[in-house]
Every structure is written in C-alpha cells, then in structure tokens.
C-alpha cells in the first residue's frame, strides 16, 4: 500500500487532502509527499511517522 493510501485508510489525512498534495507533488516534483502535507498543514511529521510503522 502506498504511503498515501495508508495515511487516508489510518485516517491521518482524507482522500481529498491526499489528492491536492499528489496535485502539487507534480507542479513541484523535487518535494515528498509527506513534505508536501506537512506544509500544507494536512498533517504533521510526528502523525505520518508513528502511522508508517
């Protein structure tokens, strides 16, 4: 499962919140997605950490 995919199923983030930060993950290829939802304010990096483990 993608790092997405777990993050909504864990209900870190919601599907819409991961669609617009996959949407600015392509205009700014160089940023991670976590980076991405992080300054987006979706999530934090504590939050997306302790749910990959």
Known sequence: MAMGETLV??????????NKAL???KSNSSSKLG????????TTADKIEAALK
């Open 9 to 18: 199923s864990k209900g870190i983030i919601t599907a819409d919140q991961l």
């Open 23 to 25: 949407e600015e993950q």
């Open 35 to 42: 980076e991405i939802l992080v300054k987006l304010g979706f």
